[in-house]
C-alpha cells in the first residue's frame, strides 16, 4: 500500500528557512507520479503551494511562494523535498505532501487532484 510521510516541520522566525520532506514507500513507480505540497492554514481552505513533474526538471510554483520556495524529487530514493526560504507569518500551516498519477497528463502541466495524501508537518513562522 501506498504511503506518504513528511517530516522538517519546525518553528522559525520571520526570514528563517526549513526542508520539508516526503518520503513514499508502496509506490511500484514513484516516478510515475506528479508530486506535489499543499498546506493549510487554521480556518483556510487547504492550498495549492508546489508542483513537480515526474523527470524533476519542471516545476511549478503559486505566486505566493515562487522565488522562495524549491520544489525537488529523488525518484531512486522515492522521495520529495520543498526548501523554504525567506519565511513569512502568512506561510504557516500544516504542510502536506501529495502524489498524483500522471497518467493523461504526462508532463504534469495540469492542476488534477491527488490521490494520495501524507498526513502533514506543522509550520509555524512567528513575526
Known amino acids: 500500500q501506498e504511503q506518504l510521510v513528511e517530516s522538517g516541520g519546525g518553528s522559525v522566525q520571520t526570514g528563517g528557512s526549513l526542508r520539508l520532506s516526503c518520503a513514499g514507500s508502496?509506490?511500484?513507480?514513484?516516478?510515475?507520479?506528479?508530486m506535489g505540497w499543499f498546506r493549510q492554514a487554521p480556518g483556510k481552505e487547504r492550498e495549492w503551494v508546489a508542483r513537480?513533474?515526474?523527470?524533476?526538471?519542471?516545476?511549478f510554483y503559486a505566486d505566493s511562494v515562487k522565488g522562495r520556495f524549491t520544489i525537488s524529487r529523488d525518484n531512486a530514493k522515492a522521495m520529495l523535498y520543498l526548501q523554504m526560504n525567506s519565511l513569512k507569518p502568512e506561510d504557516s500551516g500544516m504542510y502536506y505532501c501529495a502524489a498524483t498519477p500522471s497518467i493523461g497528463n504526462p508532463t504534469c502541466t495540469k492542476s488534477a487532484p491527488p490521490r494520495d495524501w501524507g498526513q502533514g508537518t506543522q509550520v509555524t513562522v512567528s513575526s
Open positions: 513537480i513533474a515526474r523527470n524533476g526538471v519542471n516545476t
Open positions: 508502496g509506490y511500484q513507480l514513484f516516478l510515475s507520479y506528479c
